[in-house]
């Protein structure tokens, strides 16, 4: 069985960081494009980061670009997302998101070209 698994969320105040972990079991992920999302109350899940199956290409939400930093470690079938400066805002709950069969240096940044979904954890941010 396919399942992705998130953990690492918590309760921090404002400028804190968390590092939000995503663990792949049921086949290997090492050719997939690998992503983070978020939904926060009343709010639609956005794109907050994604990693090429390569490692090559990562992209980043412009609300998170110099705060949060994406990786993936192929042998442990993660990827993790470093948060840092952390702000109300980013209060949410993050899912995890594999896409497979995508050129090397492809991230797509819409929930349907996703193929599988953690169950999500969540952030909250207080000020």
């Known amino acids: 069985q396919v399942q992705l698994v998130e953990s690492g969320g918590g309760l921090v105040q404002a400028g804190d960081s968390l590092r939000l972990s995503c663990v792949a079991s049921g086949r290997s992920f090492s050719s997939d494009a690998m992503s983070w999302f978020r939904q926060a109350p009343g709010k639609e899940r956005e794109f907050v980061a994604g990693i090429s199956w390569s490692g090559g290409r990562i992209y980043y939400a412009d609300s998170v670009k110099g705060r949060f930093t994406i990786s993936r470690d192929y042998a442990k079938n993660t990827v993790y997302l470093q948060m840092n400066s952390l702000k109300p805002e980013d209060t949410a709950v993050y899912y995890c998101?594999?896409?497979?069969?995508?050129?090397?240096?492809?991230?797509?940044?819409?929930?349907?070209?996703?193929?599988?979904w953690g169950q999500g954890t969540q952030v909250t941010v207080s000020s």
């Open positions: 998101a594999a896409d497979s069969g995508r050129p090397w240096s492809f991230v797509a940044r819409g929930m349907a070209d996703y193929d599988y």
